[in-house]
């Protein structure tokens, strides 16, 4: 009986000791993980996020950028990580369309969207899709009309194959009923570079990186990829406003974690995501940068997911194989 009690008395011991571990995360430094260069839309997201979390969690917050594979090699680094939350990942769509492209190739995924654990969206930014000050097109309907009259010739420009401008122009592409030439550059300022040189004829930015050059007169931007105007370019509208059903894009900015992470940690991390996102000063800087917050907790997060993961699935189906 006495060897019970002491038994007892240990495992008591050792449930309080998670539960106090839990209580107290994080109690050392957080890494955030950017799987992408720095200066990109979630780098720039990462930074004040990170400032804002170290404000809240009392522990330092790093920003490690981990490049390559176009979000890939970061992302099966996250991966294989410890579920213990120290390590964070901040990706965009290209956790679906990676898998979805290597399924195109007949290669099995280097990794799937179920081997992490979503636990929050912070930006969902629409693309702006430009054009040179002075060429051809007006409108975004008079780019579709001169496909439609000469399909596989208008050539537009993306940051990479299967990258957040290839996808959502081939998105138009597919419910507009035409084809574009798409020209992949290694990333998306030089597929600017190539619309301002005359090589391509369109490209998609962010509102944050077009409106200089709108208002300069150097690019003209033809329509915005979400479900309404922006106020920093009012004029402008939608896709759908253009007559093109069933495209609405966004270049959304979500953290993740492995797979198997402890429950109580995840609610940590979560309630310390969503202060974050209502810091002034975070606000303040996100305000700076263009990038509008929209915060959706891990369910309605998983939800979005999860219709997001089939539309984007179709779209590189379509798309194919692009050497």
């Given at each position: 009986?006495?060897?019970?009690?002491?038994?007892?008395?240990?495992?008591?011991?050792?449930?309080?000791?998670?539960?106090?571990?839990?209580?107290?995360?994080?109690?050392?430094?957080?890494?955030?993980?950017?799987?992408?260069?720095?200066?990109?839309?979630?780098?720039?997201?990462?930074?004040?996020?990170?400032?804002?979390?170290?404000?809240?969690?009392?522990?330092?917050?790093?920003?490690?950028?981990?490049?390559?594979?176009?979000?890939?090699?970061?992302?099966?680094?996250?991966?294989?990580?410890?579920?213990?939350?120290?390590?964070?990942?901040?990706?965009?769509?290209?956790?679906?369309?990676?898998?979805?492209s290597d399924r195109?190739?007949?290669?099995?995924?280097?990794?799937?969207?179920?081997?992490?654990?979503?636990?929050?969206?912070?930006?969902?930014?629409?693309?702006?899709?430009?054009?040179?000050?002075?060429?051809?097109?007006?409108?975004?309907?008079?780019?579709?009309?001169?496909?439609?009259?000469?399909p596989g010739i208008?050539?537009?420009?993306?940051?990479?194959?299967?990258?957040?401008?290839?996808?959502?122009?081939?998105?138009?592409?597919?419910?507009?009923?035409?084809?574009?030439?798409?020209?992949?550059?290694?990333?998306?300022?030089?597929?600017?570079?190539?619309?301002?040189?005359?090589?391509?004829?369109?490209?998609?930015?962010?509102?944050?990186?077009?409106?200089?050059?709108?208002?300069?007169?150097?690019?003209?931007?033809?329509?915005?990829?979400?479900?309404?105007?922006?106020?920093?370019?009012?004029?402008?509208?939608?896709?759908?406003?253009?007559?093109?059903?069933?495209?609405?894009?966004?270049?959304?900015?979500?953290?993740?974690?492995?797979?198997?992470?402890?429950?109580?940690?995840?609610?940590?991390?979560?309630?310390?995501?969503?202060?974050?996102?209502?810091?002034?000063?975070?606000?303040?800087?996100?305000?700076?940068?263009?990038?509008?917050?929209?915060?959706?907790?891990?369910?309605?997060?998983?939800a979005f997911l999860?219709?997001?993961?089939?539309?984007?699935?179709?779209?590189?189906?379509?798309?194919?194989?692009?050497?």
């Open positions: 009986m006495k060897a019970l009690r002491i038994l007892g008395v240990i495992i008591a011991a050792g449930c309080l000791t998670v539960a106090q571990a839990n209580d107290v995360f994080p109690d050392r430094r957080v890494q955030l993980i950017v799987p992408f260069p720095p200066g990109g839309v979630i780098d720039l997201t990462a930074r004040p996020v990170a400032a804002a979390l170290e404000r809240i969690w009392k522990q330092p917050v790093l920003v490690i950028n981990r490049p390559g594979g176009g979000g890939g090699v970061g992302a099966v680094a996250m991966a294989s990580t410890k579920p213990d939350g120290y390590s964070l990942l901040l990706a965009h769509m290209s956790m679906i369309t990676i898998p979805a195109v190739f007949g290669r099995p995924p280097s990794f799937t969207l179920d081997q992490f654990t979503p636990l929050a969206l912070l930006v969902a930014d629409p693309l702006v899709i430009i054009t040179k000050g002075d060429g051809p097109y007006k409108t975004l309907q008079e780019m579709v009309e001169a496909a439609r009259k000469a208008v050539p537009y420009g993306s940051s990479g194959n299967y990258g957040a401008v290839h996808v959502p122009m081939e998105m138009i592409a597919l419910n507009a009923g035409v084809k574009f030439n798409h020209a992949a550059y290694q990333g998306g300022g030089p597929a600017l570079t190539a619309v301002m040189g005359g090589h391509v004829v369109a490209t998609m930015v962010s509102p944050a990186a077009s409106i200089p050059h709108v208002k300069r007169g150097d690019l003209r931007a033809l329509a915005v990829t979400g479900g309404r105007r922006i106020p920093t370019l009012p004029d402008v509208p939608t896709v759908l406003e253009s007559g093109i059903p069933d495209v609405e894009f966004y270049l959304w900015v979500g953290v993740f974690a492995p797979a198997q992470l402890p429950d109580a940690v995840a609610q940590s991390i979560r309630d310390g995501l969503a202060k974050a996102l209502r810091d002034p000063e975070l606000i303040g800087q996100m305000a700076k940068l263009n990038l509008p917050i929209e915060h959706m907790d891990a369910p309605a997060f998983k999860a219709k997001e993961e089939p539309r984007l699935n179709a779209v590189i189906q379509r798309i194919g194989k692009v050497d």
